[in-house]
T-cell receptor, first 111, second 115 residues
Framework: QQQVKQSPQSLIVQKGGISIINCAYE??????FPWYQQFPGKGPALLIAIRPDVSEKKEGRFTISFNKSAKQFSLHIMDSQPGDSATYFCAGGGSQGNLIFGKGTKLSVKP | KAGVTQTPRYLIKTRGQQVTLSCSPISGHRSVSWYQQTPGQGLQFLFEYFSETQRNKGNFPGRFSGRQFSNSRSEMNVSTLELGDSALYLC??????????????FGNGTRLTVT
C-alpha cells in the first residue's frame, strides 16, 4: 500500500514538444504529491506539488494533473527545452509519515 | 539563505568499516530526513529527526542510525559496511515535522562507495 509507480522509465522528446510522466499511488491517506527534478551530481529539487483538493496546478511550463478517483497524477512539461533534461521523481506522502518516491523518469530533450 | 550542506561529498570505505555522514539543514529548519538513493531501488527513506528525536524510521537494518543536535544539524552512521551500502545518501530539511506532507529541501548528497 506504500508504493508509488512511475512511468515511463525514460523519455525522449524533441525541443518544443510536450513531456508527460505518469504516476499511480496506492495509499489513500496520501495528501501531498510533489514532483522533484534531479540533475547529475545534484540532489533532487522540488519542482511543483499538489494536494488532492484540486485537480490541476500550473506553474509556468509545468502542470500537475491529479485524478483522485483513479489514484493517478501526472506531470506535463510544455514547450520542453534541452535544459529540462534531467531525472524526474514523483512522490506521495502525508504529514504522519514520509515521502514515498517513484523510481524516476530520465528525460532527454533533443535540440 | 544557504541550502542544505552535506559533508563529505565522496567517501570510499572498506567492507566491515563504519562511516559517519554529516548534514547541516537550512537555517531555521528543524526537521532533517535521510534518504538512500541507488539505481535499482531509487530513493528510499531512512529516518526523520525533529527536535533531536527520531520521529519516523524506514525499513533499514539497525546498522543504520542517526542523531540530531540542538542546532538541528544531523549525522547518520552506518556500521559494519556491506557492499550493498554503496549509494548516494541524501539529507533533506523542512521547517516543520512531517516530511511526508511538506516540501523537502535536499542537499547534494554524499556518495559512499564500499569496496
Amino acid at each position: 500500500q506504500q508504493q508509488v509507480k512511475q512511468s515511463p522509465q525514460s523519455l525522449i522528446v524533441q525541443k518544443g514538444g510536450i513531456s508527460i510522466i505518469n504516476c499511480a499511488y496506492e495509499n489513500t491517506a496520501f495528501d501531498y504529491f510533489p514532483w522533484y527534478q534531479q540533475f547529475p551530481g545534484k540532489g533532487p529539487a522540488l519542482l511543483i506539488a499538489i494536494r488532492p483538493d484540486v485537480s490541476e496546478k500550473k506553474e509556468g511550463r509545468f502542470t500537475i494533473s491529479f485524478n483522485k478517483s483513479a489514484k493517478q497524477f501526472s506531470l506535463h512539461i510544455m514547450d520542453s527545452q534541452p535544459g529540462d533534461s534531467a531525472t524526474y521523481f514523483c512522490a506521495g506522502g502525508g504529514s504522519q509519515g514520509n515521502l514515498i518516491f517513484g523510481k524516476g523518469t530520465k528525460l532527454s530533450v533533443k535540440p | 539563505k544557504a541550502g542544505v550542506t552535506q559533508t563529505p561529498r565522496y567517501l570510499i570505505k572498506t567492507r566491515g568499516q563504519q562511516v559517519t555522514l554529516s548534514c547541516s539543514p537550512i537555517s531555521g529548519h528543524r526537521s532533517v530526513s535521510w534518504y538512500q538513493q541507488t539505481p535499482g531501488q531509487g530513493l528510499q527513506f531512512l529516518f526523520e529527526y525533529f527536535s533531536e528525536t527520531q520521529r519516523n524510521k524506514g525499513n533499514f537494518p539497525g546498522r543504520f542510525s542517526g542523531r540530531q543536535f540542538s542546532n538541528s544539524r544531523s549525522e547518520m552512521n552506518v556500521s559494519t559496511l556491506e557492499l550493498g551500502d554503496s549509494a548516494l545518501y541524501l539529507c533533506a530539511s523542512s521547517p516543520w515535522l512531517g516530511g511526508g506532507g511538506s516540501p523537502l529541501h535536499f542537499g547534494n548528497g554524499t556518495r559512499l562507495t564500499v569496496t
